[in-house]
């Protein structure tokens, strides 16, 4: 799972400059021909970076992700839930490892990578530090923050980096499928007894506002990024991202008798375009800047995974460290 | 044919799996690399789906609706060997149990695949492919920690110690032993347990750990009589948290 949120620090520009300008010129035509830039190809160091961050970001998001789906998976209500979210929330951890092994190709290995999402120099989808309550707030998550997911990661499936892109289909494939789940789920919670109705509409309430952060603050309001449009880096706006999910959700939400907490929003006939309460970005801010309900505790289960088992990866590495049977 | 002890061992094996597919799925997003995440959580998916089979054959027998079985019974009424309700544990301690543990079931369901209950015949044919995978990940991470280096010996060894009483407990007899061999439905438990020994000590064998001195370990029984350790009910509680707040929803 992935959101535009990741771009909502500060771009480093600069440092085209230094680069050939023929090579850089030919990558240049290269891209806009349509063509995959692949790990051996030249690239601008800029490229390489801005991907790293962002490849690297979305495959935190999708580990952290697991967590809070990952609670509710001992807890699922029934054989056909319990084996449908356990296979999901697999997914979502070999997606992961897909996105990290496309990152790798651009020269970070996986073990740096982790190291930065906990000391909290890496980023990763901001919705994720909020916390799951009930049941219905798995299935808000497995349907809508999922279907957000595919509207981000089908856009950046069109980009110029071919192991990104190629990832990408994978994923988009697979990220139906958790789209078909987490509809099914909140169909039978919205048109269930009045208690299953009442914990769906609970748990809309309080993941709306973080779902209309998830694509990002307003493109108004974004670092220009030019650049990284021109080397088909970001692929689609945020604002573009969030209209298409409203266009392709808000009816479906609206159907099943559930309300959006915001007044406001309706798609204005004119333009074609929703309008809507602009959600606090202040507190965007405050929690992608570690100050959220669980971005604590998401860490803090993270780091204790990975010093749990750091015995185990030590003894993959190093081989020439091999038992030998003491003599005496 | 009597029901009663082919109910018996339906639901210990039904019950077996559906505790320890529970166990192997809270590994994901805590696994020591994300391959071990992915790999516990496929065995989860397994084992959750072959005891769901199961269910559904002792329900064709005349048992309540899987879910109900699976979601609605107390510790007492579960027939799992205490091994796999143990919590989770150090890596090493999930490792071991499942080397152990899957060694036994594969086993289980070959002899199975012979059995004069034809139902039960056809399901254990099917997962013995599966569960073949189990072992090949088993075999693979214990050959390879158990000649790595001290400390991931020290603890495979410690872990190793630790679960052979309870491993053992999973071949505890049933009160049925003599019909189920007579009727030609099991080998039962104790020849099960013979061929165990010889399987995974085949395996430690080939690591630093060396063969397992079985003899030398007292069973820890009870679980298939519904007698089990403060682990099992906890783990109820929460994996039918949500079904209970109403059995009749469709969730
Ligand atoms: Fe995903
Ligand atoms: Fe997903």
């Avoid at chain 2, 998916?45 to 609605?72: C, H, R, W």
């Avoid at chain 2, 205490?82 to 149990?97: A, C, H, K, T, W």
Wanted: hydrophobic residues 40%.
């Amino acid at each position: 799972m992935y959101g535009g949120g990741n771009t909502f620090e500060a771009q480093q520009m600069g440092g085209v400059e230094n680069e050939d300008p023929i090579k850089l010129a030919e990558f240049e035509a290269r891209i806009a021909r349509g063509e995959k830039i692949e790990p051996n190809d030249w690239m601008p160091a800029l490229y390489r970076k801005q991907l790293i961050r962002m490849i690297e970001q979305h495959a935190h998001s999708e580990i952290i992700g697991a967590l809070p789906e990952g609670t509710w998976i001992t807890r699922a209500p029934g054989f056909k839930r319990k084996l449908a979210l356990m296979a999901k929330v697999q997914d979502e951890v070999g997606h992961a490892q897909l996105l990290y092994s496309a990152a790798e190709t651009l020269g970070k290995p996986r073990e740096k990578m982790i190291d930065d999402l906990l000391s909290g120099k890496s980023k990763y989808s901001n919705i994720f530090n909020y916390p799951t309550f009930t049941w219905a707030d798995s299935c808000f998550i497995s349907w809508l923050v999922d279907a957000g997911a595919i509207v981000n990661q089908l856009a950046n499936s069109k980009g110029s980096y071919g192991p990104y892109c190629r990832a990408l289909e994978r994923i988009c494939a697979e990220e139906s499928f958790h789209l078909k789940y987490g509809h099914h789920c909140v169909i039978h919670m919205a048109t269930g007894t009045p208690r299953q109705r009442k914990m769906m509409q609970e748990a809309l309430n309080r993941w709306w506002g973080p779902m209309m952060h998830f694509f990002g603050p307003p493109d108004k309001a974004s670092v220009h990024t030019e650049i990284l449009v021109k080397w088909k880096v970001k692929m689609a706006t945020n604002d573009e991202c969030r209209q298409q999910f409203l266009d392709m959700y808000v009816p479906k939400i609206w159907e099943l008798g559930l309300n959006i907490p915001d007044p406001n929003l309706k798609k204005n006939p004119e333009t074609g375009e929703w309008e809507y309460t602009e959600p606090d970005w202040e507190e965007f801010k405050r929690v992608i800047n570690g100050d959220g309900p669980c971005n604590a505790e998401r860490l803090a289960v993270r780091r204790v995974a990975e010093e749990r088992g750091a015995w185990v990866r030590k003894a993959l590495l190093k081989p020439e460290a091999a038992y030998t049977t003491p003599l005496a | 044919m009597d029901n009663l002890a082919l109910k018996e061992l339906l639901y210990k094996m039904a019950d077996d799996q559906l505790i320890l597919g529970h166990r192997n799925s809270e590994w994901t997003g805590m696994g020591p690399i994300l391959e071990e995440d992915i790999a516990f959580s496929s065995m989860a998916q397994d084992k959750v789906g072959q005891s769901q089979q199961l269910y559904i054959l002792l329900n064709q027998l005349g048992e309540a609706e899987p879910d109900t079985v699976a979601f609605m019974r107390n510790a007492e009424q579960f027939h799992n060997c205490q091994l796999v309700e143990l919590p989770n544990g150090e890596y090493d301690f999930s490792l071991i149990r499942h080397f152990l543990f899957d060694h036994a079931e594969w086993l289980r369901f070959e002899a199975l695949s012979n059995s004069s209950y034809e139902p039960l015949a056809q399901l254990a044919r099917k997962y013995k492919g599966e569960i073949k995978y189990h072992l090949i990940h088993a075999n693979t991470w214990i050959k390879q920690l158990g000649n790595a280096n001290e400390e991931t010996l020290a603890r495979l060894k410690q872990s190793l110690h630790e679960l052979a009483p309870y491993a053992l407990g999973i071949f505890e007899p049933s009160p049925y032993e003599t019909q189920l061999i007579s009727e030609g439905i099991f080998i039962g438990e104790e020849a099960l347990k013979a061929r165990w020994i010889e399987s995974v000590n085949a395996i430690l064998a080939q690591t630093a750990l060396g063969a397992f001195n079985w003899s030398a370990s007292n069973a820890i029984l009870g679980g298939r009589q519904g007698k089990h350790s403060k682990h099992l009910q906890p783990l109820l509680d929460e994996m039918s948290e949500v079904f209970k707040m109403d059995p009749t929803a469709d969730w």
